[in-house]
């Protein structure tokens, strides 16, 4: 059997829920969509997410939520963390921190799918190795199911690429968030695991990475301290369309999305 996943790159502020709200249930209607996989840690006024928050993108379609590094902006996503499966935050924050780093959770159709959420160390800020903390959590988790995805949430090009490397037959897909803007390398790696280095921004597009370009441009060119606020104005969804076989686990396709508010 075949399961449709679609993965959905970072949600920025309220332009990206409201997209969300009127675009996702159709869309996933429209494509077959089994199982639906979103990173939320920008979702609450563009830095960090809310229990409240989580439970508007569950209502939309949204089956998981992974977080970054903007995880623990909001304290209110503690008790979510710590109460709600679907839910996740990077697997290599220390052992002590609250919440898991991966989740299996049961599609529309078809067999279980595992999520993993993995945060990466060039450019960020120190955290335990991503390599390692996916390796013990593939011990675990492919004994439950062979459908496993890995959001590898990163700054540097480089690292996301070898992640899906490393993973290229072990899991079904990598896909890399974090920079908010989508990349043109979409393919499945040899051994059959599907892999993008950055699946983009659901949010505001005529922007600076989804805060207002005046805001940014100000603190780029005087150096001083700045609000930056979520911009409001060409709001689309990005992610991409992966179609992998529900026995091997392993990709057939994968193709980038992007829905506007025209659509």
């Not at 429209?30 to 563009?46: P, V």
């Not at 988790?141 to 496993?148: L, M, P």
């Not at 949430?153 to 897909?173: C, F, P, Q, R």
């Not at 441009?217 to 060409?234: H, S, W, Y």
Request: aromatic share 6%.
């Amino acid at each position: 059997m075949k399961i449709n996943v679609m993965v959905i790159g970072d949600i920025v502020g309220k332009p990206g829920r409201i997209i969300l709200k009127d675009k996702l249930k159709p869309f996933i209607a429209k494509e077959d969509i089994h199982f639906c996989i979103a990173n939320g840690e920008n979702a609450a006024a563009g830095a960090g997410i809310t229990e409240d928050i989580a439970a508007e993108l569950f209502s939309y379609g949204i089956d998981v939520i992974t977080t970054g590094d903007h995880v623990w902006d909001k304290k209110e996503i503690i008790h979510a963390l710590e109460t709600n499966k679907n839910i996740i935050r990077p697997a290599n924050y220390s052992p002590l921190a609250i919440g898991k780093g991966y989740v299996v959770a049961k599609p529309r159709r078809g067999e279980p799918i595992g999520v993993i959420n993995l945060l990466g160390r060039v450019f960020m800020k120190p955290i335990d190795c991503p390599f390692r903390a996916v390796d013990e959590i593939l011990k675990n988790i492919s004994r439950e199911t062979n459908v496993i995805f890995v959001d590898m949430h990163a700054e540097a090009t480089s690292e996301k690429i070898a992640m899906g490397w490393y993973l290229d037959g072990k899991v079904s897909a990598v896909v890399g968030t974090h920079t908010h803007v989508p990349t043109a390398d979409e393919r499945v790696l040899p051994k059959g695991t599907a892999f993008i280095s950055d699946l983009g921004m659901t949010g505001p597009h005529e922007s600076i990475l989804g805060r207002k370009i005046e805001c940014v441009l100000k603190a780029i060119v005087t150096q001083m301290p700045t609000r930056f606020d979520v911009a409001e104005k060409d709001v689309r969804i990005n992610g991409v369309k992966i179609i992998v076989d529900g026995q091997t686990g392993r990709a057939d396709s994968i193709k980038r999305i992007e829905v506007k508010e025209g659509d």
